[in-house]
């Protein structure tokens, strides 16, 4: 029985008072309920062993508590906010599965509470800041771009690795960083030509890794994708594979984006029409580097025009 299956069978039963529950079947040591209250709030419920006692009574914030009970001698964690509850299911998912592979009681409850408290950072509201459309469409290209990633990546490169790989939201110089190479994304209408560099450093080799620009022109379209849209198809990848979701939601917070608020930009719907990748390393790129510059000049800014770069293209894939 899928989750929300559960949740339904569970909100299904007339309660007064009290908890109505449902054994949650996982491969680990820790018998886990869930549970909803005469509210319809959803809960979780972790019996721990008798020999481990947790050194809190509660831990929680607006939208997410942690509560042991003492005469059950269990952990109960607890939605507040009912626009949470995709995240919470998330949460389930990733709780259940950091301990199915730990075979002692103690050590599973434990890593239950640590776990609870990298996700519960993401049961905060964000700030209510609304990104421009050009903003919009550059995390939509980078998002597209790490959907790509993961679904050309080999089996045996960990999904984690390849969530870790998106910088740029954590400000660092290029979008994309791996152990061998740097790729720096932008996104543009197919009507365009411009491409907007932000800095000095956005295009300049800084520790002697190659660097690309990939270039993805997209248009408008009613069969497009969104934001969230991406955001589900890297979220399924990640536990399909049992990654740390928690990797793609640090990066999205620092945008004041959550699941929840990505919905707001529903309303944009994208489709690639075109990728260009093109060397940025040759010695004749066009392009404006902090090394070159007097030491009086900074924070420059400066439009790119895809057309003159096409003696550097090194592949292009049209959609």
């Keep these: ?13 007339n309660i007064d008072s009290g908890l109505s529950t449902i054994r949650f079947e996982s491969d680990g040591p820790l018998e886990v309920f869930l549970a909803v209250d005469e509210k319809s709030s959803h809960a979780i419920l972790i019996y721990l062993p008798s020999t481990f006692i947790p050194k809190f009574d509660g831990i929680n914030n607006d939208n997410l508590e942690l509560t042991f009970v003492k005469k059950g001698h269990y952990l109960q964690i607890k939605l507040l906010d009912s626009d949470f509850t995709s995240l919470f299911d998330d949460l389930i998912i990733s709780l259940i599965d950091s301990i199915k592979n730990t075979a002692n009681a103690e050590d599973a409850s434990k890593e239950f509470i640590t776990s609870y408290i990298k996700w519960s950072t993401f049961f905060t509201k964000t700030l209510n800041k609304k990104l421009s ?3 919009v469409i550059g995390l939509w290209g980078e998002l597209s771009y790490l959907l790509k990633l993961i679904q050309v990546a080999c089996s045996s490169v960990p999904i984690d690795n390849i969530l870790k790989s998106w910088v740029g939201p954590f ?13 720096e994304v932008k996104t543009k209408p197919l009507t365009s030509w411009m491409i907007r560099i932000s800095s000095e450093y956005q295009l300049e080799n ?19 994708l969104s934001l969230k849209d991406l955001f589900l198809k890297v ?5 399909k594979k049992s990654g740390d979701v928690t990797i793609l939601l640090s990066a999205l917070e620092k945008e004041n984006l959550s699941e929840e608020r990505l919905s707001k930009y529903s309303s944009f719907l994208f489709a690639r029409k075109r990728t260009e990748t093109f060397n940025c390393d040759v010695e004749h790129f066009p392009k404006i ?5 007097h030491k009086a ?3 420059v800014k400066y439009n790119l025009d895809v057309r003159e770069l096409q003696e550097f293209r090194v592949s292009q894939e049209s959609y």
Aim: glycine residues 4%; without cysteine.
């Design 1 to 13: 029985m899928e989750l929300s299956d559960k949740w339904k069978l569970l909100e299904s039963q």
């Design 133 to 135: 459309k050009e903003r």
């Design 171 to 183: 400000g660092a110089t290029h979008d994309f960083e791996f152990s061998s190479s740097s790729i």
């Design 206 to 224: 800084i520790d002697q890794k190659p660097l690309n620009l990939e270039v993805i022109s997209v248009i408008e379209s009613e069969h497009g």
């Design 235 to 239: 979220k399924r990848h990640i536990n």
């Design 289 to 293: 580097k902090a090394s070159g510059l």
């Design 297 to 299: 000049i900074s924070t």
